[in-house]
């Protein structure tokens, strides 16, 4: 094996590294433990577009870790869609560390940095790993480091939504595993492109627990990426996070629908017997109710925070409704728009965050306030912020809508879908612009004495820099939007991922 296939399991080994070094020194020397941090998120993001290039022929690699062939030892597997993914996580991760340092977010804790490394090495192994037991061991890491950021910076209303997270990922891991436990009683195997041909070999009288199986791990996906009825912990839990942790976060709801994409045509396809599709009934009316749900909360929302918490369940619903099409057409669409909407979360909470630090005692109440400082400035990032959050021209989200909106005509239910959507859209921008005119356009006298602080510029690099990707992601529609319908073909041919983790099984 050549150094360059080492590579693989760079994403995974550089914060796991990392973590514990930045976590030695920083009692003694602080700036040390941040410099790790920060070299090796460039690190990740360096590594990151390397595979990306290496994905973009269209072959598919794995790596046995120690050597152990698939499916007997741990594989990792390397593809459009998970490179693309480590991408994305590479990219949030940069932009959210080097705001909580400039904003010295990161200074409320000692453990932030180890923390942030543990959370990106959980991400990164969630989106390389070919198995659905280290699926589960890589969740359980991101969800560990991600209880500690949660409480970062400390506080009651954290204390309280903590608990709420904590409980809620407990019971959403113990179904994983009796999913688990059934899967690998009835087929021997949790390597993924293995149990899908096993599960295409089973009987009628394994039919009725593949599909409990099937439904039970399709359901904590559901929990993950916050789709209704269960996304009540995410609101709550992402408005109260520090910022530049609820940045970094905006990426968490989307590990539930990759695991989703992933596992779905793989494992219950159409040779899956009873569990064939498992998903397909429910998903289409759990995506838009989601969507409708999170995009009343952006109207109803308030503060800015709050509102970037529930735009981030609206986003999640629109993407599902294409993912609910289980095509090449609306599969692409999808990724294309899981790109353009974490980005988009991303951008939203650092705004709010910029409106926090000026604004003193009322924060990022979406109500009037005395005037702060580069107002003007601020509302211009929120207005793109808002613009690429509810789908309009000029930014990448309304091409992203454009294309759900495509690829779900013909479909069963697309009347629905279309009148969601749109429909949607007008609550968004109903409820940015009640938000943005209360924050950015009127003004009251102050109710307290509270001094804001000295006014600041270098806040503001981590939202600038999350608009610009936005408008890169417009620009670069064509060659990405190539790229998503390959992801998708590619994760529609199950037979050739098989092929390339097991060989000649």
């Known amino acids: 094996m050549s150094l360059s296939d080492q590579l693989i399991i760079a994403p995974v080994v550089i914060p796991a590294l990392a973590a514990p070094l930045a976590l030695l020194v920083m009692r003694r020397r602080r700036w040390l433990g941040v410099g790790i941090s920060l070299m090796s998120c460039l690190g990740l993001l360096v590594t990151a577009l390397l595979l990306l290039n290496r994905a973009g022929d269209g072959a598919i690699r794995s790596y046995a870790v120690g050597g152990w062939p698939a499916p007997f030892g741990i594989v990792l597997v390397l593809d459009r869609l998970s490179a693309m993914m480590l991408v994305l996580a590479a990219v949030l991760g940069m932009i959210a560390l080097v705001h909580a340092v400039l904003t010295r977010a990161d200074r409320a804790g000692w ?22 037991f280290n699926l589960f061991v890589f969740f359980e890491v991101l969800l560990i480091a ?47 492109a293995d149990m899908g ?88 009316p759990a995506a838009m109710a989601t969507a409708v749900m999170g995009f009343a909360g952006v109207f109803t929302a308030r503060n800015l925070s709050e509102q970037a918490a529930f735009a981030v369940i609206g986003s999640t619903g629109t993407l599902m409704i294409a993912v609910a099409g289980w095509q090449v057409e609306s599969l692409a669409a999808a990724l294309y728009y899981l790109v353009h909407s974490t980005l988009t979360g991303m951008a939203l909470f650092l705004v709010a965050d910029i409106v926090a630090r000026r604004r003193a005692g009322q924060a990022d109440q979406a109500s009037p306030g005395p005037a702060f400082a580069q107002r003007a400035g601020i509302g211009l990032l929120f207005l793109l912020a808002a613009i690429a959050a509810t789908g309009l021209p000029p930014l990448s989200g309304f091409l992203g809508k454009l294309l759900v909106l495509q690829s779900v ?73 190539a790229f998503t319908r390959a992801a998708a073909e590619q994760l529609l041919d199950p037979a050739a991922t098989a092929a390339a983790v097991l060989g000649g099984r």
Do not use: E
């Not at 113990?174 to 993924?192: D, E, I, K, P, R």
């Not at 593949?210 to 789709?227: G, Q, T």
């Not at 709550?236 to 942790?245: D, E, G, I, L, M």
């Open 409 to 481: 005509a013909g479909t069963p239910g697309w009347q629905w879908a279309w009148a969601v959507i749109l429909g949607t859209t007008l609550f968004g921008v109903i409820g940015f612009a009640r938000s943005g005119s209360a924050v950015f356009w009127k003004t009251s006298p102050a109710v307290d004495n509270a001094v804001p602080p000295p006014s600041r510029t270098d806040d503001m690099v981590g939202a600038i820099a999350a608009l610009l990707l936005l408008a890169a992601l417009f620009l670069c529609a064509g060659p990405m939007t």
């Open 146 to 192: 991600s209880y500690g950021l949660m409480l970062h910076g400390q506080g009651r209303a954290r204390l309280k939504a903590g608990v709420q997270y904590v409980i809620v990922n407990i019971v959403g891991s113990s179904l994983f595993l009796v999913a688990l436990g059934l899967l690998y009683a009835l087929t021997g195997t949790l390597n993924m």
């Open 111 to 132: 453990h932030f940095h180890p923390l942030f490394q543990f959370q990106l090495m959980g991400l990164n192994g969630a989106f390389l790993t070919g198995d659905l």
């Open 197 to 284: 041909l096993r599960v295409a070999a089973l009987g009628p009288d394994d039919q009725g627990l593949l599909r409990i199986a099937a439904l039970l791990l399709v359901s904590v996906f559901a929990l993950k990426a916050a789709l209704v009825p269960l996304h009540l912990w995410l609101p709550r839990t992402y408005a109260v996070t520090t910022p530049a942790v609820a940045a970094l976060f905006a990426v968490m709801t989307k590990v539930g629908v990759y695991a989703m994409i992933r596992v779905v045509p793989q494992i219950f396809g159409d040779g899956a017997g009873a569990a064939a599709w498992v998903p397909a009934p429910w998903l289409l």
